[in-house]
C-alpha cells in the first residue's frame, strides 16, 4: 500500500526558488503568445475607425446636456437651492443615499471593537522542513522574506485567538470551539445554528408524509425577495412562525423589520400551486446516532433536542485557540474576520511579530543570526568567522578559495568551480537522441565542493539567498571610550560683608569688612596641562557583518596538528 502524500504547503516550499528572480522562475520553454494570430483593424485617425462605435449622445433623457444647459434653449436650468433636479434631492439639501450602505455604515458603527487578541503563526512542522533546508544548503536567508513568505498563502500559518480578561476575572469576549469541523464562534448559539446548518444531516433525517391540502381558495402568496422562498398566504396560521424560521436560519444579520420588508406579495398561480403542492407533505425530523430514536415535529424542537444530546460534547469555551487560515476565512463570523484581517495586513506591511516566532523556532533547531551592513538580518547555520590565514594553518586549495572570493565581487559558487576545476566541454548529441544522464562529479570537483562547504558552515565564507559570497570580515577591536578632562570649578569670590558698629566705638576707628582669601576672589581658571588632554583617536571602518544571536556563539576551530602540517578537513 502506497504511502499518503504529504500536502504541507510549508513543507514544499523551496527556498532556493523563492529567492530566485521571477523571470528565472518560469520554464525556458514558455511561449506565452505563440498561438497569438492578432487582428487587423484599420486605424486612421478618426474614431469610428475603431468598432464603428456610434457617436456619444449629450442628451441624458431629461431635454439637457451633461453641463447642465437646456438643449432647447441653451440656457442653464437650474434651481437656486442645489443646482440639481429637486427630485433627486432630499429635503436637507443632501442627495439622497442607499438604504443597506447607510445600515450597515450604523450597524457597524454602533458595534464595539471585539475584545481579542490575535496573533499570525506559522505552521511548526512546515518551519522545522525549512531549518532542515537551510541547514542543508548553508546559505543565509533573509529572516523578514521568510516570514512574507509564510503570510503570502493562508496555508502556511495559523491563526491563534485569546481572550482578554476583566478586573474581576470574568471573560470579556468568550469563544466557542466547534469540534465537528474546528471552527471558533462568538456565542454558544452562532455555534449551534453552524452545526445545524452545515451538518444536519450528521445527526437528523427528514421524513415527510403526505396530508390533506389546505382547506379554501388562496389567489396569492407572500415570498422571501432575497431567497425567493415561498412563505404562503399572510392569513395562514403557520406563516409568522414560517417568517421568524427564515431569519433566524438565514439573514439574522439583518433587523427584522428590514427583513420583512423584502417580502413581496404574488398572484401567480404557478407559484400559489408550488405552495399548495408543499403544503400536502407533513415533514418530521428523525434523530440518529442515539440509542433510542426521536420523531421532532419543528424546527424549534430540533434545536432544543440537539442543545439535550449534543451540546456538551461538540461545542465548548475555550481561552485560546489555533485555527488554520484556510478553514479560518471561510468559517467564521464576519466581525471575527475583519479583525484577523486587520492584524494580516499590518503583519504584511511589516512582520515583526511572524519574525519574532521564527527566530525562536530557528533558535531552537541550532541556527545562528547576523546582520549585514548593519540592516538585514539573516538567518543562517553559522554566524561569521575572520578566518586569519596568517595565523592560522590551511590548505593550499582553501587559501587558493579565500583568495579568490576576496578579489571577485559577487563571487558565486559556479565561478570557484569554473576557476579551479572547470567543466569539460560536453559532445553534442544528434538529434533525436534521448537525454543523457548527468556523469558523476570526479575527485577534483568533490574536492573543492567539500572545501567550500566546510569554509560555509563555519562561517568562514558567507554564502546569501541570492548565490553571492563574502568573506567575513575581520572583527574590530574595542576602542577604549574617550575620558573627558573635568574643568576646574570656577570659584565665585563671595561679596564683602559690612559689620556692624558699636556705638560705643570710637569715632575715629574705621569700619573693616571681611575681605576673603585670594583663592576665593579669583575669577579665572588656568587651563588644563597639554598632558591631561586625550587624543583624538581615528575612525575605524565600520564592519560590513555585525554579529547578534539568541544562540551561544560557538567557539572558534582549533588545529591541534603539529606546526608545518595541513590540517584534514572533515567534509559534512
Not at 457617436?55 to 431635454?63: A, E, K, L, T
Not at 536567508?141 to 503570502?152: G, Q, T
Not at 469555551?317 to 495586513?345: C, H, I, W
Request: hydrophobic share 30%.
Amino acid at each position: 500500500m502506497s504511502e499518503a502524500k504529504n500536502t504541507d504547503p510549508l513543507k514544499e516550499l523551496d527556498l532556493d526558488l523563492e529567492f530566485l528572480p521571477a523571470w528565472a522562475q518560469k520554464p525556458n520553454d514558455a511561449k506565452p503568445y505563440a498561438d497569438y494570430a492578432g487582428e487587423e483593424r484599420p486605424r486612421s485617425r478618426g474614431r469610428g475607425d475603431w468598432g464603428n462605435r456610434p457617436p456619444r449622445r449629450r442628451d441624458d433623457n431629461r431635454g439637457r446636456d451633461f453641463k447642465g444647459r437646456d438643449a432647447k434653449g441653451g440656457g442653464r436650468d437650474r434651481n437656486r437651492d442645489g443646482g440639481r433636479d429637486p427630485k433627486f434631492q432630499k429635503r436637507d439639501g443632501k442627495r439622497p443615499f442607499d438604504k443597506r450602505k447607510d445600515f450597515r455604515r450604523n450597524e457597524a458603527q454602533q458595534r464595539p471593537p471585539l475584545e481579542l487578541d490575535v496573533a499570525i503563526q506559522p505552521e511548526k512542522n512546515g518551519v522545522e522542513s525549512l531549518a532542515r533546508q537551510i541547514k542543508h544548503t548553508g546559505r543565509a536567508y533573509p529572516l523578514f522574506d521568510i516570514a512574507r513568505l509564510i503570510l503570502a498563502k493562508p496555508e502556511r500559518y495559523l491563526v491563534v485567538l485569546k481572550t482578554r480578561k476583566k478586573e474581576d476575572g470574568s471573560v470579556v469576549q468568550p469563544l466557542f470551539f466547534c469540534q465537528v469541523d474546528e471552527t471558533v464562534w462568538l456565542s454558544e448559539d452562532q455555534a449551534v445554528d453552524h452545526v445545524l446548518s452545515r451538518h444536519f444531516s450528521t445527526f437528523y433525517k427528514t421524513e415527510k408524509t403526505e396530508i390533506d391540502p389546505p382547506k379554501g381558495t388562496y389567489t396569492f402568496v407572500a415570498q422571501c425577495g432575497m431567497s425567493d422562498q415561498i412563505l404562503g398566504p399572510p392569513n395562514y396560521h403557520g406563516y409568522q412562525e414560517k417568517l421568524r424560521s427564515l431569519h433566524a436560519d438565514r439573514f439574522s444579520r439583518l433587523p427584522f423589520d428590514v427583513f420583512k420588508s423584502r417580502v413581496k406579495i404574488v398572484h401567480d398561480e404557478e407559484v400559489v400551486k408550488q405552495w399548495l403542492d408543499d403544503q400536502s407533505w407533513k415533514t418530521e425530523y428523525i434523530a440518529i446516532n442515539l440509542p433510542e430514536e426521536a420523531k421532532l415535529e419543528s424546527r424549534e424542537a430540533v434545536r432544543e433536542h440537539f442543545r439535550q444530546h449534543h451540546l456538551s460534547n461538540l461545542i465548548a469555551g475555550v481561552d485560546n485557540v489555533a485555527l488554520k487560515a484556510s478553514v479560518f476565512s471561510k468559517k467564521t463570523p464576519p466581525r471575527m474576520q475583519n479583525l484577523v484581517r486587520y492584524e494580516l495586513d499590518d503583519q504584511r506591511r511589516f512582520p515583526l511579530k511572524v519574525v519574532n516566532v521564527l527566530s525562536q523556532e530557528f533558535s531552537s533547531h541550532g541556527l545562528q543570526f547576523f546582520k549585514r551592513k548593519k540592516s538585514v538580518t539573516h538567518v543562517s547555520v553559522s554566524r561569521p568567522h575572520h578566518l586569519n590565514l596568517d595565523q592560522t594553518p590551511v590548505s593550499d586549495s582553501i587559501r587558493d578559495i579565500v583568495t579568490f572570493v576576496v578579489g571577485n565581487q559577487d563571487c558565486t559558487r559556479r565561478m570557484i568551480l569554473d576557476k579551479f576545476v572547470p567543466e569539460p566541454d560536453k559532445p553534442k548529441s544528434a538529434e533525436g537522441d534521448s537525454p543523457q544522464a548527468e556523469p558523476p562529479l570526479s575527485p577534483e570537483r568533490t574536492a573543492v565542493l567539500s572545501d567550500l562547504h566546510w569554509l560555509v558552515h563555519q562561517g568562514h565564507v558567507v554564502e546569501y539567498a541570492n548565490g553571492q559570497m563574502e568573506i567575513a570580515p575581520k572583527p574590530q577591536p574595542l576602542q577604549p571610550k574617550k575620558k573627558k578632562p573635568k574643568p576646574d570649578k570656577k570659584l565665585k569670590a563671595e561679596k564683602p560683608t559690612v559689620t556692624e558698629v558699636p556705638a560705643d566705638a570710637s569715632a575715629t576707628d574705621e569700619t573693616k569688612s571681611a575681605e576673603p582669601p585670594a583663592s576665593e576672589i579669583s575669577d579665572t581658571t588656568e587651563p588644563p596641562e597639554p598632558s591631561q588632554a586625550t587624543e583624538p583617536t581615528e575612525p575605524t571602518e565600520p564592519t560590513e557583518l555585525v554579529e547578534t544571536s539568541t544562540v551561544a556563539e560557538e567557539s572558534p576551530v582549533q588545529d591541534d596538528s603539529p606546526s608545518g602540517e595541513v590540517p584534514v578537513k572533515v567534509a559534512e
